[in-house]
């Protein structure tokens, strides 16, 4: 996505969450470099500190909230710290007995297991599609080979190659905490009505350019059974990432399975164009219920 639509929809999700808070609680909206100097005790911070590439600002501010002592909304440093890198996340889930593609490391010097195609290769702490384009998905071991080289040249970061799953694709959004989650229904992305020629799965130009011809479907259109293996495998990951107030995941499905391919500690506000948002809308649900849905455990907590 690109950087100015990016930061719009940063802006207008800082907004909206200001309209809901401001209307029962005393809020103001305060920028990350002065957030030191403002910050006092007893002040509940509403993390939604999104960095810029290759940094973990999300994770540095929940850090920082401990520190001082303060209460925040989100995730503890360790889950946005543990999401923001897809290999490590991956080797956590596996672990625990979640399944999710099987994927090595290429830092540029070697790789951290054999290669097998088909793959899409990525870069391990990247989003918005960033990095992944029409020549993501390989189909024998050379061309993995020099294409991951190429893009680790191009960006200096490491690239996850992962077994590519041809399957459909949901994203899955978990809110709440402890024994109290709700998983929002999941939204199946639908890539069939993309013009020819043009990559089956979610690269940068994909969501720039064909949002539009994307199909998205909320809840999906997936057996009853499948949906289920879905809500307890997004509870599952919520749990063993330690994740807190809400989250979004990305599967695929195969066979009736679901394999989560990335998690994202701190899924988009933007109440036009996030996914959590158009997740509330099937259980008429509206945003403002959303916001106070995700701020219950700090509200419970705080006495607020």
Known sequence: MKDSVTEAQRSRAVGAVYDVLHKFVDTKIVPVDNLTRSLVKGDVIFNLAIGKRNDFLQGDIAALCQMFGNEYVGSP????????????????????????????????????????APAIIK??????GIGIDDKSLCYDVDEIRERV?????????????EQFLDGPEVTVGVIGFGNDLIVLPELEIDFSNLP??????????????????????????????????IRKTA??????????????????????IPYVIEINSMPGLDPLTSDLPKMAKPLNK???WLIKAIIKRVIEKTGG
């Open 77 to 116: 440093p360790y889950t946005h710290y543990l999401c923001l890198d897809k290999f490590t996340t991956k080797q956590i889930l596996k672990a625990y007995g979640i399944k999710t593609p099987q994927g090595i490391l290429f830092d540029g010097k070697a790789f951290s297991g054999k290669l097998s």
């Open 123 to 128: 870069p391990v702490a990247e989003g918005s």
């Open 149 to 161: 080289i190429d893009k680790f040249k191009k960006l200096g970061e490491p690239f996850l190659i």
């Open 196 to 229: 020819e020629g043009v990559e089956r799965y979610y690269s940068q130009r994909v969501k720039e350019d064909f949002d539009a011809q994307t199909i998205y479907r909320c809840p999906s259109n997936l057996d009853e059974k499948i949906r289920d293996r």
């Open 235 to 256: 509870i599952r990951s919520f749990e063993v990432v330690k994740a807190k107030d809400y989250l979004r995941m990305d599967m695929r499905i195969v066979n009736g």
């Open 286 to 288: 509206d945003y403002e």
